[in-house]
């Protein structure tokens, strides 16, 4: 069945340095490709999204390129501050059957130290 | 401004006693999703609702029940029969039933259950 994968924390930065967590999917047909954001004790936030090989996501220095080659999508951002500390989700949704449905992978939980 | 309410923040059960969640939104979405969250690990679907007066078991739905009598509303049941309830529960919704390309889903700030 379909499914996301990515890289195992906890990653842990210093300030101002560059950001890379790993996602790869598996999926027949063309999935959308999301990345979620979570702060402790709070819901999911959508970050980005991408929707077709080739699309670059981005929002607030975050950055994702769908690569359907390489079924992967891999969360880049080239300078972490300490309120990016949260856990971070791939997710892919297609639609089954007659609804549109999100499988996440199980999250990768980033610490940002000053 | 618009967004989806979870209620309560934390919940506690005793054993035998069902426990209704609550999520209610106001940005006119058609569908309404659960999801259980443990920890490390990724969101797992309980149940979702494309439109009101119907809803389909997802993933993990033994031991769970819904109801979407209102578009606005999509309560979620923990029963006596879930025997590992705890864990952080969130509801979701997305703008439409059925998209050529799937929307995106927004979540609320979710329900933290716990057993006495």
């Known amino acids: 069945g379909d499914s996301v994968t990515q890289m195992e924390g906890p990653v842990t930065l210093s300030e101002e340095a560059f950001l890379t967590i790993n996602c790869t999917y598996t999926a027949t047909g063309y999935p959308s490709l999301f990345w979620y954001v979570q702060y402790p004790g709070e819901g999911l936030q959508l970050l980005l999204k991408?929707?077709?090989?080739?699309d670059k996501g981005s929002n607030k220095g975050f950055e994702a390129t769908y690569r359907k080659e390489t079924t992967s999508f891999h969360l880049e951002k080239g300078s972490v501050q300490v309120s990016d500390s949260a856990v971070y989700f791939c997710?892919?949704?297609?639609?089954?059957?007659?609804?549109?449905?999100?499988?996440f992978g199980q999250g990768t939980t980033l610490q940002v130290k000053p | 401004d618009g967004g989806i309410t979870q209620s309560p923040k934390y919940l506690f059960r005793k054993e035998g006693q069902n426990v209704t969640l609550s999520c209610e939104q106001n940005l006119n979405h058609d569908a309404m999703y659960w999801y259980r969250q443990d920890p490390g690990q990724g969101l797992r679907l309980i149940y979702y609702s494309q439109i009101v007066n119907d809803f389909q078991k997802g993933d993990i739905a033994e031991g769970y029940s819904v109801s979407r009598e209102k578009k606005e509303s999509f309560p979620l049941t923990v029963t006596s029969a879930q025997k590992n309830p705890t864990a952080f529960y969130l509801c979701?919704?997305?703008?439409?039933?059925?998209?050529?390309?799937?929307?995106?889903?927004?979540f609320g700030d979710g329900t933290r259950l716990s057993i006495l």
């Open positions: 997710a892919l949704s297609k639609i089954y059957g007659n609804t549109g449905k999100l499988i």
């Open positions: 991408a929707t077709k090989a080739d």
């Open positions: 979701a919704s997305s703008i439409d039933r059925v998209r050529a390309i799937p929307q995106p889903q927004h």
